[in-house]
């Protein structure tokens, strides 16, 4: 077992006072002393995380567009330049091999990968890469995201950057630094990625401008409570998106136009209505879902694939894999118990953005 | 570093319990267990007049990160159970051996806490863990 990698923030998390766990080949900061309270931080004020462990990758070269057009299920033909489109990867059965954001920027793409399916995601863009096109996977760079409805405002003081105006789902260049109007929390904020030798700086002017430093913990909450899917546990290579509530995601095209070849996409359209499908669960009773968990419903029996205990609506949510047309009252086993749930379509939390 | 106070006798399975001045012993999880589990969302304790055995499963606390079960360190009867950790189970991370005790026990024997760990041997306990 090799030695976990260390974000240019590490030692920014000792001295925060982090618990840090070793977290898909990192080390990572699972919180600072209380993950509820990193968590009410984000929805009420202005929370942040270092996300470096994230697989940053650019692509250039005149087969770019031609090759993302392929690997990614979503289709980045119409994205215009400063516009971010979120999506899949999928292999020849369309199972997910990741979801990812890819950046359209002056010269090519940046895609943004998971760090637990980074190597996977790298081989499998090497292999399908053109010789237009050239990968550069990035490893000199860090990326934090500044989260909750404080978040524009903190930025702003921190950086003298106002990011107010950058519509959802868009990003801009100041210099060598990307600013994105993106997250994964479910609240309003920004993601940068800066060049590695300024991120403890960076970090530092956020503490100043009171972000409070959060840890994997509460992004796990946070993400949930969202109803956003994280890959390795509602999703993996074995689920299509369209049985994780991502097949708004994928772009079939019109139907005049010419068919667009990307992988997968032979056999996602024999899986267009699988029978199990994604959705959310709340607890009625005491008790947390926790993943593998089995749920009883009208429908026949499903499988919990990421529960927890909602620290905003004071109790258990879960994402479940269900027979399709599941509805209503439900059954979770917790432990020994079965205690009645109730079948319900993410996001659990009204959006704040 | 976690606290392990001198007084107290100790469970391998991370319960603490103490005897009180009227013979009743009163049980909670330590300071290192708590630390481990992170914030604690949700306690479920013993029935009063509940039988718990030495040893034996009596309760279950969850954490933001898993769920664990609770032993109960000697044999006896449940004589109480700390009903404020049903809407405060954030006490056992802020007060593990204060407000945040979880059940009180009538023990059949109290020497049966004599077959626990000391404070000095929970410790060593706990640092061969990690």
Known sequence: ??????????????????RVVPFAGWSMPL???????????????????????????????????????????????????????????LNDNAGIIDDAIVYRTDDGYRVVANA?????????????????????????????????????????EATGLDASALPRFAFTWHEERMVARTGYTGEDGVEAIVPAEEAASLWRRLTEASATPAGLGARDTLRL??????????????????AVGLGWTVAWG???????????????????????????????????????????????????????????LGYS????????????????????????????????????K | MSETPEE??????????????????????????????????YVELPDEEQQVEAGAEAGVVESVKAASDIYAPVTGVVIAANEVLEDAPERVNEDPYGDGWFFRIQPDDPGELE?????AAYDEMCSEEE
């Not at chain 1, 019109?254 to 359209?269: K, N």
């Open chain 1, 317 to 352: 949510i879960a994402l479940a894999r269900l027979p399709r047309g599941s509805k209503g009252a439900c059954s979770v086993q917790v432990r020994s118990r079965e205690v009645p749930g109730r079948i319900v379509r993410p996001p659990f939390l009204r959006s704040n």
């Open chain 1, 31 to 89: 919180h600072y002393g209380s993950q509820i309270a990193e968590h009410h931080a984000v929805r009420q004020g202005v929370g942040m995380f270092d996300v470096s462990h994230m697989r940053v990758i650019d692509v250039a070269g005149a087969g770019a567009t031609d090759f993302l057009r392929t690997v990614f299920a979503g289709d980045v033909a119409s994205l215009a330049r400063g516009r971010a489109l979120y999506g899949v990867l």
């Open chain 2, 8 to 41: 107290l006798h100790y469970a391998p399975s991370h319960e603490w319990a103490r005897l009180e001045e009227d013979g009743t012993v009163t049980v909670g999880i330590t300071d290192h267990a708590q630390d481990a589990l992170g914030d604690i969302v």
């Open chain 1, 1 to 18: 077992m090799t030695e976990p990698r260390r974000t240019p923030l590490y030692d920014e998390h000792l001295a925060c006072g982090a």
């Open chain 1, 225 to 242: 409570e969202a109803g956003l899917n994280l890959h390795g546990h509602d999703m993996d290579e074995s689920t299509p998106p369209t």
């Open chain 2, 115 to 119: 077959d626990l760990l000391d404070a």
């Open chain 1, 254 to 312: 019109e139907d005049d136009a010419p068919v667009r070849r990307f992988i997968g996409r032979d056999a996602l359209e024999r899986q267009r209505r699988p029978e199990q499908v994604l959705r959310g669960v709340v607890l009625e009773g005491r008790g947390v879902m926790r993943e593998g968990f089995a749920v009883a419903t009208e429908r026949g029996e499903g499988v919990v694939t990421s529960g927890i205990f909602s620290p905003t």
């Open chain 1, 116 to 156: 637990g399916t980074s190597e996977r995601v790298r081989s499998w863009l090497v292999r399908h890469a053109s010789d237009e096109t050239h990968l550069h996977p990035r490893q000199d760079v860090a990326m934090l995201a500044v989260q909750g409805p404080r978040a524009i405002d903190c930025f702003h």
